[in-house]
């Protein structure tokens, strides 16, 4: 995790000292090298098995159907968090890919930069090597600690808060389905359809002139909105929760095994396993250091 999170400060760093074009081969494909560097490590250095460590398990047709339905309904949970999060700290990298956006993007290389290549690479990574660190804890735990990491991945702290709650999402996904494909299908899912919209918006950027929306209209669309996807995630994922119970997890050895525990005992495992590592520390060390840095740096740049 530290290393991934280095090689991805490393590279950031570097777009601001040599300045590598946005359009450009090595930054569209950053999702591919720096994971990609830092999955390869791990297992030169630990010859762990990466069927073992990525739970690479074909999936049936109805848990994509129901992961796919999960990924577009909780889209305006994470919305929500991200503009109340924005509100406090405001989304550099986001104003920045905005102002600099071209409407001559194409879509399918879109899907592949922001969709497809994330969907691989950050799973391998967050819900392949990350989870499989905390199998002896207990599920929440794991859950909400792999969530962390993942938001920390993002490297700024607008992200960070949105980005945890669909880490921890998906962590839930890898869980009962005991397969990576679940969480991959569900980040190419979310990121795919954000890509699209975007698109569409950035397409009809040149052209479309807007009213100015109220801020009541819009938090009354908003709460409609979630109104009408937060039962369907409810709903979709006790299905989801139900039939992977059924299907998956009475026939194999559960990976987390103190899942079923009580509070107290999850306390006490937390003591006796130490969450709070050096390694936890570091990585949230490091992560605080670079996103208040990379708040001033685009707040400087962007208010010019």
Known sequence: MICLLLLGILFELSNFIFYIPRTGIIY???????????ILFYFIF???SPKKVFKIKAISIKNIIMIIILAVSFMPVSSLISTI??????????QSAIKNASTGNILWF????????????EELSF?????SSFEEYPTKIAAIMSGMYFGFFHLNFNQFFYASAVGIVMFYLLYYTKSIFASMIFHFTNNG?????????????????????????????????????????IAVFRAF??????????SETISYTLNDTNLETDLDSIKKQKILTPTFFIVSGIFIAFASFIQIYYNIIIRR
């Open 28 to 38: 569209n494909f950053r999702e591919f090298i720096y994971p990609g560097i830092a």
């Open 127 to 131: 819900r392949g090597i990350v989870a």
């Open 85 to 94: 999060s924005n509100l406090i700290f405001p989304n550099p990298i986001m």
């Open 110 to 121: 879109a899907l592949i930069v922001t969709a497809l290549q994330p969907a691989i690479f």
């Open 46 to 48: 630990t010859k762990e």
């Open 241 to 250: 929760v139900s039939y992977n119970k059924k299907h998956n997890m009475p």
């Open 193 to 233: 359809i954000s890509a699209l919209l975007g698109h569409i918006l950035t397409s009809q950027k040149s052209t479309e002139t807007t009213g100015n929306v109220s801020a009541i209209s819009y938090i009354l669309g908003f709460a409609f909105i979630l109104a009408i996807f937060v039962p369907i995630f």
